[in-house]
C-alpha cells in the first residue's frame, strides 16, 4: 500500500510520476508510453499471476520497460534479441501463444496432437533404422547350390 505525502493511501504511484520515472529509465527518446491492461504478447502470464495494469515504455532503441504502477519497480524489460527469444523458444516450444493460453482446452488438444505426431515421427525412425542396421540373414547351403544350379532363360 502506497500513502501519499498527504497520508492518503493510494493504490497505485500517480501517473504524470510514473511517465516521468519511466522517461529518466534510459538517456533516448521514448518512443511510445502505453497502459495496458491486458496482457500483450511479450508481457504475459500462464496462470495469471502478473499484475495488471502496467505501463509500457518503447524507447527508440529498442528496449521496452513494463513498469509497476503499485510500486514504480521494472516489472519486464525485453530487448530486441529477448523477444526473439520469447518466439523461438517460449513461443516454440511452450506453445504460449495468447490465442491458446486464453483457450486451455485448445491448448491441450495441440499439445497432444502434436505429441502424438512427434511419438509416430520417432517411431518411424526406430522402424527404418532397425530395418537398416539389422543383421542380414545368411543363406543356407541348399539356397546358394540351388540358385547356382539354375539355368539361365533363355529368351525366345
Given at each position: 500500500?502506497?500513502?501519499?505525502?498527504?497520508?492518503?493511501?493510494?493504490?497505485?504511484?500517480?501517473?504524470?510520476?510514473?511517465?516521468?520515472?519511466?522517461?529518466?529509465?534510459?538517456?533516448t527518446?521514448?518512443?511510445?508510453?502505453?497502459?495496458?491492461?491486458?496482457?500483450?504478447?511479450?508481457?504475459?502470464?500462464?496462470?495469471?499471476?502478473?499484475?495488471?495494469p502496467?505501463?509500457?515504455?518503447?524507447?527508440?532503441?529498442?528496449?521496452?520497460?513494463?513498469?509497476?504502477?503499485?510500486?514504480?519497480?521494472?516489472?519486464?524489460?525485453?530487448?530486441?534479441?529477448?523477444?526473439?527469444?520469447r518466439?523461438?523458444?517460449?513461443?516454440?516450444?511452450?506453445?504460449?501463444?495468447?490465442?491458446?493460453?486464453?483457450?486451455?482446452?485448445?491448448?491441450?488438444?495441440?499439445?497432444?496432437?502434436?505429441?502424438?505426431?512427434?511419438?509416430?515421427?520417432?517411431?518411424?525412425?526406430?522402424?527404418?533404422?532397425?530395418?537398416?542396421?539389422?543383421?542380414?540373414?545368411?543363406?543356407?547351403?541348399?539356397?546358394?547350390?540351388?540358385?547356382?544350379?539354375?539355368?539361365?532363360?533363355?529368351?525366345?
Amino acid at each position: 500500500m502506497l500513502v501519499d505525502k498527504a497520508g492518503q493511501r493510494r493504490e497505485q504511484l500517480p501517473t504524470a510520476a510514473l511517465e516521468t520515472l519511466s522517461v529518466r529509465l534510459r538517456n533516448t527518446d521514448v518512443a511510445s508510453i502505453d497502459w495496458l491492461q491486458d496482457y500483450d504478447s511479450y508481457y504475459y502470464s500462464r496462470d495469471d499471476s502478473r499484475d495488471l495494469p502496467v505501463l509500457r515504455v518503447r524507447f527508440d532503441d529498442g528496449i521496452w520497460y513494463y513498469l509497476d504502477p503499485r510500486t514504480g519497480e521494472i516489472a519486464a524489460k525485453h530487448n530486441g534479441s529477448s523477444r526473439v527469444y520469447r518466439w523461438l523458444f517460449n513461443g516454440l516450444h511452450s506453445l504460449d501463444f495468447a490465442f491458446l493460453l486464453r483457450n486451455r482446452p485448445l491448448w491441450d488438444v495441440v499439445v497432444i496432437f502434436l505429441s502424438i505426431g512427434g511419438f509416430a515421427l520417432s517411431l518411424t525412425g526406430i522402424v527404418a533404422g532397425w530395418r537398416r542396421l539389422r543383421p542380414k540373414r545368411r543363406r543356407t547351403r541348399k539356397a546358394s547350390a540351388a540358385k547356382a544350379n539354375r539355368l539361365p532363360r533363355l529368351a525366345s
